[in-house]
């Protein structure tokens, strides 16, 4: 029987009822308390280091962006240290990362995603960071919710990293809607079905999607609108494998079955939704080819550096994923967290120079330079909590972080937890499902097996 994380772990409250400024206040260390004076630390040599935040990517999203920024300020406070980058874009990351875990070959330092920290940590593939996390120069102002995703058998393996944002947000054109007749974006999913024929009629998609590469179906809806059907419980019974729960409850089946109505049976979404990119369609959304989009706070980011200055950037407004007309069980909400975290592999451990310089690295990209850059730049937050005016940006960044950190109550995001071996069969199975080619009764059934075969059953 696989371990699981610890029963006490899944009382703590939702992530998404923190607000940025949490941890007791202003953040009043200093970058500069991580790694201290320049050159300081003991190590001299290589750190190979691999993540997704590419010069792209950094263009429109805050926290790439910062991420970025402050791997150079720490490269260049430790100029005998060479960091060697490898910078994929998301997708690639996720393929090679999972490659080189099941050779034994991960760089010194990585980004781990939460779906993988149990079975990694328990291959000793990743360092236990528990001591280090307590003893850092940040740790009073720590939000530990975050690290609910890396932690096992109640030890940490990451430093949670980048921001934590909303993986599903309905991102539309509050112009064309009205429009269409609706002051606001319809709470129904009847109502979306009802404004689709003003929309086709002017040959425009009601809703922007991409699913090429499988995993946005996963993370960017159904995580969201499996919710509605099961409630909360149940993925909490889900990620502690106690036998309370199965992908194949009628409740998960019937969002299944709802995800591939929507996207069968209808035509609200782009017809070729499984062939775009989420950064294809989110390009629908700016032209104005579709009237919404659903997505994450990263196409968020980027939508919002493209429009400024446009009349529809003034226009662009949030929304939570509709409701189902038979799902009772969750309403007015959207999941959001932090999915990846700063880790250490395991052999790092051998040379105790090299991993002090890696533990400094991790603080120091998941530390207050962070959090206070992304907070003062984008109103955003990640693991360690920072003060900023909010009043001091303009109405489109005030919304979405209204939106993220305070309007709407929260949930996990699937792919945060469990692990990967069960998401890759749902996400390719759905993409079947969507097509019609495979009934949501059968994906289920495959995710359970996959499910059972995680948990050595």
Known sequence: MKKKLLSALLSVAMVATMLVGCGGGAATETAGEASGEAGSLAYSGNISMMHFSTSEESEGNGGSDGFRTCIANWKEANPNITLDETVLANGDYKTQIATMAAADDLPDVFLLQGMNSISWAEQGLVYDLTDSIASSPYSSLYNMDYLVPFTVDGKYYAYPALTGGTCTVVVYDEAMWKEAGFDTFPATWAEVEAADEYFDGIGVDTLGFGNQGQWNLNSCFVSCLGYQYTGTQWFSDIIAGNGNASFTDPEFVAALAETQRLFHDTDLFNEDFNA??????????????????????????????????????????????????????????????????????????????????????????????????????????????????????????????NFSYVDNKGCEIYDSYVDGSVWSVLNTEMQEMVNGDKDPATVAADTQAAYDAYLGK
Not at 280 to 287: N, T
Not at 297 to 314: F, H, P, R
Request: charged residues 20%; contains cysteine; proline residues 2%.
């Open 276 to 401: 775009l990119t989420n950064e294809d369609a989110r390009e629908r959304y700016i032209s104005g080819e579709a009237a919404a989009y659903i997505c994450g706070n990263w196409d968020v980011s980027y939508i919002q550096a493209t429009l400024e200055g446009t009349d529809k950037y003034n226009t662009t407004k949030f929304a939570v994923l509709p409701q189902a007309a038979d799902a009772t069980k969750y309403e007015k909400f959207q999941n959001i967290g932090l999915g990846y975290g700063v880790a250490i592999n395991a052999k790092v451990a051998e040379d105790p120079d090299k991993l002090a310089a890696c533990i400094d690295l991790a603080q120091y990209l998941t530390g207050t330079e962070f959090s206070n850059y992304v907070g003062e730049k984008y109103a955003l937050g990640g693991f360690c909590g920072s003060d900023f005016d909010l009043s001091a940006f303009d109405q489109f960044t005030q919304d979405f972080y």
